[in-house]
């Protein structure tokens, strides 16, 4: 079967949600996170809060996402820090506690106040009674992703360019 630790899983290529669905706790994820994976490597800024929405754990990725240092957010209100509009974030919440999870694109603010269109992928972590405690959010740069698919795109049709030009000179 699949690894039931977090030492397993961390050692294996199972995901943050192969974590959760195997029933692990916020603190077990968050211990792998931090002792065995390299999340100051990582490119998605992960987080965690608490169901009333306070921020429990910030990467390196989410500082250099949003502009704020974890020192600066843990133990802050994230529907207040990033959203100038909390009802795209009420709605995203309600999906996850009704269904456990929610994925797509929302915008949010960094600490300069630049908008910030993220590709989230968001999951309810139950504590050891299965019932819920928090959430863990992976973000992705929606507007990064989209500019490196454009630049494969650009590099694609340079080589299609260059094979029908030397299909042509010879």
């Given at each position: 079967?699949?690894?039931?630790?977090?030492?397993?899983?961390?050692?294996?290529?199972?995901?943050v949600?192969?974590?959760?669905?195997n029933?692990?706790?916020?603190?077990?994820?968050?211990?792998?996170?931090?002792?065995?994976?390299?999340?100051?490597?990582?490119?998605?800024?992960?987080?965690?809060?608490?169901?009333?929405?306070?921020?429990?754990?910030?990467?390196?990725?989410?500082?250099?996402?949003?502009?704020?240092?974890?020192?600066?957010?843990?133990?802050?209100?994230?529907?207040?820090?990033?959203?100038?509009?909390?009802?795209?974030?009420?709605?995203?919440?309600?999906h996850?506690?009704?269904?456990?999870?929610?994925?797509?694109?929302?915008?949010?603010?960094?600490?300069?106040?630049?908008?910030?269109?993220?590709?989230?992928?968001?999951?309810?972590?139950?504590?050891?009674?299965?019932?819920?405690?928090?959430?863990?959010?992976?973000?992705?740069?929606?507007?990064?992703?989209?500019?490196?698919?454009?630049q494969?795109?650009r590099?694609?049709?340079?080589?299609?360019?260059?094979?029908?030009?030397?299909?042509?000179?010879?």
């Open positions: 079967g699949e690894p039931s630790n977090p030492e397993a899983i961390a050692r294996s290529q199972y995901s949600e192969t974590a959760v669905a029933g692990l706790t916020l603190e077990q994820i968050g211990q792998t996170l931090v002792c065995n994976w390299d999340t100051a490597q990582a490119q998605d800024a992960i987080n965690v809060r608490s169901l009333d929405h306070t921020i429990t754990y910030w990467n390196k990725s989410s500082e250099n996402l949003y502009g704020w240092t974890a020192e600066e957010v843990l133990g802050r209100n994230i529907s207040r820090l990033i959203y100038d509009d909390p009802s795209a974030f009420e709605r995203a919440m309600a996850v506690l009704a269904e456990g999870e929610w994925t797509g694109e929302i915008c949010q603010r960094t600490k300069s106040g630049v908008a910030v269109m993220v590709e989230g992928h968001w999951t309810l972590v139950n504590d050891s009674d299965g019932q819920p405690k928090s959430v863990l959010a992976i973000n992705a740069d929606s507007a990064e992703r989209k500019r490196l698919e454009a494969v795109l590099s694609q049709r340079m080589e299609s360019i260059g094979t029908l030009a030397g299909g042509i000179a010879h």
